[in-house]
């Protein structure tokens, strides 16, 4: 998007071994009563460290080349399952529209 020459890019990461996710090694999984929510994305969390598709020296190369474009996009995921999930949540968001497109519709004049 530009904004009086300026231009900016939303970037959509997916997952990178960054070592973000050590710090769930270190987390507490919380109370019993919210074992299936917090218990359940600290584990998630746990085994998906050092798993994670994205090499961030490659991320880090392509924000470099976002900034030297002349025209970068408006926005770019990064990783392939940041792609998957973006289209995933587009495909579902599509859908939803269509299905409630007549009742949106009806408010027209």
């Known amino acids: 998007m530009e904004l009086i020459g300026v231009y900016l890019t939303i970037v959509e990461p997916g997952g990178f071994r960054t070592g973000f996710a050590q710090a769930a090694h270190v987390t507490d999984e919380g109370r019993s009563e919210y074992d299936a929510v917090v218990g359940a994305a600290v584990r998630k969390q746990r085994d998906y460290d050092g798993r994670q598709p994205g090499d961030p020296a490659k991320a880090a190369a392509v924000v470099l080349k976002l900034a030297e474009m002349d025209r ?14 973006i289209a995933e949540a587009d495909r579902q968001r599509l859908e939803e529209l269509d299905r ?10």
């Open 72 to 85: 970068p996009p408006p926005r770019l995921a990064l990783g392939s399952d940041a792609v998957t999930a």
């Open 100 to 109: 409630w497109r007549p009742l949106s519709s009806s408010t027209d004049y």
